[in-house]
């Protein structure tokens, strides 16, 4: 079986997959797909050496059938097809408050450690959700980014009938749109990309393009006046910032999805206070949002094929991620380590 | 009886308070004490002139004895003591979630109306709190100031035990202060005055000067390693901002007290991703917010007369407000309109 290392900025080799018997609580999977994630990307553009030991296999978006069990192995058993959730929790912290998920020692499996684009993969089996017959190993390697969706929406407290903006129609973007729409939310995204936007009306979503369009009067147009009770800044730009505080009513939730880096943002604190609007910090997910995750799936009402910009092997995975860097409007590129 | 009117920037006159009788829901009172409010100073240093019509009575910080009552009044008799929750609600707008006294057509009274630096005053009964005979007048006029600390505290949903640290010294951080250590929490209070450490450190709590000391280390130090749960920015500045996101443990709370106008701030938002923390906006009161304030205030726990700097005639209002600019660590001053 082929692995993928990352061996230094801009370069992956293939070579052999290392077969670990899985110890006591390991399960050693056959890895069928692996999404590439913004942080994969990021590892490739040489960004997070610091962290990632080269040469070694990223990825962490994936679907896996079980090969083989390590003892005291009791959730799964070999043939059962599964997604992994790929959290290392270290010893709990009085600084975590319980949630483990951020704990102070959080290892990231796929970036602190071995990852998924390779055929054979050892994992703790903590990691390990079955997925139903109705859901394909393709569908399942989604189940990773829809999990960030549905934990956004569940931080962002949505209910049936509220009113939600999205900000940045990227592929976290649209499976939080996806995830908003289930639970009953009237859903406007904000996006700049022309492409981008005709793929988001083709999904039936309300969409502006703030640089053509006034977003705050659109917003209220769309809403009646009343305005979001919820918006998510998927952009990672200040005027994304500028505009998340801008769209909200009384005591409107904002969900910070994107990954702030560099300097610090400017943000109306003012507007904190005179509407007493939140701003929630979402990062990765929990179990409970891996099961919804796949429930949704499940259910055939997200279309997630659309999503799929390609699908490629694991012995091309130079060219898709430099496909990737030319394709900055892509959604999802899967590679198939079967 | 006395008024005071507001006339121009630097500027009070006193005349006559104007009897006014009270309409059908309405109540004339006897104002017994006002507090200053930092709004008040900013009417007086002339910046919200575009908002006072002067001459203008302001004031909003009163307690008083009802005098007589309109028709329809039922909550209230003649000779109650009484303190004033100055919101006037407009109609309801879909904008404000249920949330009025944040809402788009709240009035203030005191600002946007005549106030309760005067001897008469004519008021909504539905802005009436009685408060028990073992609540002075005196201490009744910090029941609205004391309202915003429990308001603030309730807001930030503080539990028994956490650790809270208090960024700002002021008369609004101390008065959160007493109110976080009602609830049990464990109180840090960050200040850069030396003066207010003093009055702080003699009331009991735990003081960092961040200007001589690493605060991170210090609220470290001081919470064995765990980090605050939650932290209140009363400060207003941007070092202020710098802090808050920085002495908090994962999934900790913000919640946003200053009123941070001008120029946008700027906030580390990477860490709200990284840690799932929270800013919640503050602002005003609710009914039961003043509730808890009179029950608090009424228990005799809180220290109220050493937060009380000087009490001083409505004839002398002009001297008291210069006394004010030239003392910018005043605590509070209150007006006696009796």
Not at 100 to 124: C, E, M, R, Y
Not at 261 to 269: A, C, S
Request: aromatic share 8%; glycine share 10%.
């Amino acid at each position: 079986m082929k692995a993928a290392y990352y061996k230094e900025k801009g370069k992956f080799e293939v070579g052999e997959s290392e077969i670990i018997a899985p110890k006591e609580g390991q399960v050693r999977l056959n890895v069928a797909y692996c999404g590439v994630c913004g942080s994969d990307v990021h590892i490739y553009h040489g960004v997070m050496d610091a962290r990632v030991k080269a040469p070694q296999v990223i990825g962490h978006e994936a679907s896996a059938t079980v090969a083989e069990v390590g003892p005291g192995v009791t959730n799964v058993k070999p043939g059962d097809r599964v997604v992994i959730r790929p959290l290392h929790f270290g010893a709990p912290h009085s600084f975590d408050n319980g949630y483990t998920h951020v704990g102070k020692n959080l290892k990231f499996i796929g970036i602190d450690s071995s990852g998924a684009f390779q055929g054979s993969w050892t994992v703790p089996s903590y990691t390990l959700h079955k997925i139903p017959d109705s859901l394909s190993l393709k569908h399942g390697a989604l189940i990773e980014p829809l999990a960030v969706a549905c934990h956004d929406v569940s931080v962002g407290r949505v209910k049936a009938g509220e009113n939600a903006v999205v900000i940045g129609g990227g592929p976290i973007g649209v499976l939080i749109a996806f995830v908003l729409r289930e639970k009953g939310a009237n859903v406007i995204i904000s996006e700049v990309n022309e492409t981008r936007l005709a793929m988001l009306k083709e999904f039936g979503f309300q969409t502006i393009n703030p640089i053509k369009e006034d977003l705050v009067a659109r917003v209220s147009e769309l809403t009646n006046e009343t305005m979001a009770h919820v918006a998510f800044e998927v952009s990672g730009s200040q005027p994304g910032v500028d505009a998340m505080t801008k769209v909200l009513n009384v005591r409107g939730r904002i969900v910070m999805v994107a990954i702030h880096g560099g300097e610090p943002k400017k943000v109306d604190l003012f507007k904190f206070f005179w509407q007493e609007i939140e701003l929630l910090g979402a990062r990765l997910y929990e179990e409970k949002d891996f099961e919804e995750a796949i429930k949704l799936a499940s259910s055939g009402n997200i279309p997630l094929d659309a999503i799929i910009t390609k699908e490629d092997s694991l012995e091309n995975i130079q060219g898709v991620f430099e496909e990737i860097d030319r394709n900055p409007i892509g959604m999802k590129y899967l590679i198939n380590c079967q």
